[in-house]
Nanobody, 116 residues
Framework: QVQLVESGGGLVQPGGSMRLSCASS????????MGWYRQAPGNQRELVAR???????NYADFVKGRFTISRNAAVNTVYLQMNSLKAEDTAVYYC??????????WGQGTQVTVAS
């Protein structure tokens, strides 16, 4: 069974940086996209950033210019570099991998807290 394992969350001060990583326990075939979503208390899960198998990247407006998504497609690993963090970035961040063949995979989530 495939598991996505996230790491890199924690507490950071406003204006600080943090890097999230997500690795798959097994190879996922025919990946269409890899990405990061987040969910704050009382809110729905929302897209943060996503990169397709063709290398097309989409960012949510609220992270443009601050966050950067990257990937190592060969090993089904995706990263999220977060700079200039704000209190409103506080949320649980989830990794997602979508496969044309087998559908969506989700990580367990990692808490990111931005506070002084």
């Amino acid at each position: 069974q495939v598991q996505l394992v996230e790491s890199g969350g924690g507490l950071v001060q406003p204006g600080g940086s943090m890097r999230l990583s997500c690795a798959s326990s097994r190879t996922i075939f025919r990946v269409s996209a890899m990405g990061w979503y987040r969910q704050a208390p009382g809110n729905q899960r929302e897209l943060v950033a996503r990169v397709t198998s063709d290398g097309i990247i989409n960012y949510a407006d609220f992270v443009k210019g601050r966050f950067t998504i990257s990937r190592n497609a060969a090993v089904n690993t995706v990263y999220l570099q977060m700079n200039s963090l704000k209190a409103e970035d506080t949320a649980v961040y989830y990794c997602n991998v979508n496969s044309f063949a087998t559908g969506d995979y989700w990580g367990q989530g990692t808490q990111v807290t931005v506070a002084s």
